[in-house]
């Protein structure tokens, strides 16, 4: 089993930037895909980025792609999501999830999730 907690939430400008890290516990947190989900007020929680047990495969949201940056280090137990030029639709609670099998991009596939950091840009 693997437990999550997600850091690095806050408030900031359109524009700035954020870190969120996700910490996780267990021995074979190196054999888990790992991703990103975030839900914004009044909408679903839509897939952002994930990446593969390896760090070699990355798939981003459309949303997200070439701002936001998921990586990982296996001897952490963490994985990071670098989020740039951050805008005002990106506000959500974002949350981390682990996937035993491989990596995906629909929330039925993550078999663990984290509860989650939230997001404010402010416009």
């Known amino acids: 089993q693997v437990q999550l907690v997600e850091s690095g939430g806050g408030l900031v400008q359109a524009g700035g930037s954020l870190r969120l890290s996700c910490a996780a516990s267990g021995r074979t947190f190196s054999s888990y895909a790992m991703g990103w989900f975030r839900q914004g007020p009044g909408k679903e929680r839509e897939f952002v980025a994930a990446i593969s047990w390896s760090g070699d495969s990355t798939y981003y949201a459309d949303s997200v792609k070439d701002r936001f940056t998921v990586s990982r280090d296996n001897a952490k137990n963490t994985v990071w999501l670098q989020m740039n030029s951050l805008k005002s639709e990106d506000t959500a609670v974002y949350t981390c999830?682990?996937?035993?099998?491989?990596?995906?991009?629909?929330?039925?596939?993550?078999?663990?999730w984290g509860q989650g950091t939230l997001v404010t840009v402010s416009s």
């Open positions: 999830a682990a996937d035993h099998h491989r990596i995906g991009t629909h929330s039925y596939e993550y078999d663990y």
